[in-house]
Structures are given as structure tokens and as C-alpha cells.
């Protein structure tokens, strides 16, 4: 009887320890796939050769996109103008932006890096943001004038701003060696994050809010990418109010400066 017992006891144990080994792995939580469209390539593709179907292409699939970067970027005219595509064309003309669009198009053949790590970050963010609506994001080339522009929505990001922080025209046209720092690819997720989030904020008091954005960025990003002293006080006073929703943070009803 004793021996029985035995058997039984190891039977069950073999057949406990079968299920224990072929229990599944708890699945990692999807990643919701930010996809990057290319605007600039339509955009470089009719601004070096004047190509008729790329300008088409661009007021027809990216009228949005189109009308954000005449009127609020570049500021050269309104898209209703009879002119203006006459006018879009000719500005970018100039010997020192054909070069810029060529290297654009050089050093940002493949966006697989940013797609990736954008998506990662987003997803991240909506974790501590779990209201938070995605932006639809794109690519474009706006003569250095902005790095992310954000609106209606969208998410642009200006590749001529992340060339490297050795670029020869960073250099030519005057930029600090601190702004040239962030003017790497690098910095293109950190600063959609960052841009992003201050949209989603923007009636907040900006010299209060922007320590915390940038506290958020690093959190999302897992990686210091901004440091001072502000963002010091700000992660201090999430240590000790751990309980404090990141949304409650930055509505700006702290106030940490």
C-alpha cells in the first residue's frame, strides 16, 4: 500500500512539473507599429527635377502635409496661390538646399531604426498616457527652419535638422556646439516625444512644463538624453510622489521651479 501511495505521489508530481513546463510564457505586450511615411522622397523628387506626377502626388496624397509646410514653415504663400507651386519650386533652387536635399536623401535612405524605436517609444508613452491618441507621423525637408512640427494631428520631422552634429553647413550657418550636439539622428525620437507631448499640454505654463516633459522623455526613452538641474527636481518629486500620474505632472498643477 505504501508503495502505492509512492508511485501515485511521483505520478502526480511528474505530471504537475509536465505542466509547469508547458505552461506558455506570458506574451510581451504589443508594440502598436508607428509607421514613418516618406514625404520628403515625393517632396525631394519634384523640388530636384520639377517631376509634374511628384507634385500631384504631393497635393493630392499629402494635401495636409503640403499646406502645413507653404504656409506655416517656409511661409512663401497660401496652396490656393496660382503661383505657388512655381514659388515652392524656386525657393529651394538655391545651390545650398539642392545640397541639402541631396544629403537627406543620402544619410536617411532607410528609416527601419527610427520606424522601430519610434514605435517602441509611443507605445511606451501610452502605457503612462493611456488616453493619448497616436500622430500620424512623416518625414520632410524644411530648410532648416524647424526640427518637428506638429499640428492637425500630424507629426513632421525635418531630416535637414538631424544631419550630424559635424555637418558642414550646422557649421557654416552659426549653430552652437550645444545645438549641433542635438542635431543628430539620434535625437529625431526624443525630440517627437518631446515636441508631441508639448502639444498635448500647450495651455500649460511652458518654463514649468518643459522639466517634466523632458523628465517623461528620458523615462520613455530609458536613457538620459536631457540633464539639469530642473529635471533633477522633477524626478526628486516623482520619487517621493510615486502615486502621481504623469498626466497630473503635466498639467502643470506642480510646480517644482
Known amino acids: 500500500m505504501r508503495y502505492f501511495y509512492l508511485v501515485a505521489f511521483i505520478v502526480m508530481a511528474a505530471c504537475i512539473g509536465c505542466q509547469l513546463q508547458l505552461k506558455p510564457a506570458p506574451e510581451e505586450p504589443e508594440v502598436q507599429k508607428v509607421q514613418i511615411e516618406r514625404y520628403d522622397k515625393i517632396e525631394v523628387e519634384y523640388l530636384t527635377s520639377g517631376d509634374y506626377g511628384a507634385l500631384q502626388q504631393l497635393n493630392t496624397d499629402y494635401p495636409v502635409q503640403t499646406r502645413m509646410l507653404i504656409e506655416n514653415v517656409l511661409r512663401i504663400g497660401h496652396v490656393d496661390d496660382s503661383d505657388i507651386n512655381a514659388?515652392?519650386?524656386?525657393?529651394?533652387?538655391?545651390s545650398t538646399l539642392q545640397q541639402l536635399l541631396v544629403d537627406v536623401q543620402i544619410q536617411f535612405e532607410s528609416l527601419g531604426d527610427i520606424d522601430k524605436?519610434?514605435?517602441?517609444?509611443?507605445?511606451?508613452?501610452?502605457?503612462i498616457l493611456p488616453q493619448m491618441a497616436y500622430p500620424q507621423v512623416y518625414t520632410q525637408v524644411t530648410a532648416l527652419d524647424q526640427s518637428i512640427v506638429v499640428g492637425n494631428g500630424m507629426l513632421g520631422i525635418s531630416l535637414d535638422k538631424y544631419l550630424g552634429s559635424d555637418h558642414p553647413l550646422y557649421l557654416r550657418f552659426g549653430y552652437s556646439e550645444r545645438q549641433r550636439r542635438m542635431m543628430s539622428r539620434e535625437y529625431i525620437v526624443p525630440d517627437c516625444i518631446s515636441f508631441y507631448l508639448l502639444s498635448l499640454y500647450e495651455g500649460c505654463d511652458v518654463r514649468q512644463l518643459m522639466p517634466k516633459i523632458q523628465y517623461v522623455v528620458n523615462r520613455v526613452m530609458d536613457r538620459k538624453f536631457f540633464d539639469?538641474?530642473?529635471?533633477?527636481?522633477?524626478e526628486k518629486y516623482m520619487k517621493e510622489h510615486y502615486q502621481l500620474s504623469v498626466d497630473s505632472l503635466l498639467k502643470d498643477s506642480v510646480h517644482l521651479i
Open 87 to 94: 514659388k515652392f519650386y524656386d525657393f529651394y533652387q538655391d
Open 117 to 127: 524605436e519610434l514605435s517602441s517609444a509611443f507605445s511606451r508613452l501610452r502605457e
Open 228 to 234: 539639469n538641474e530642473e529635471i533633477t527636481k522633477v
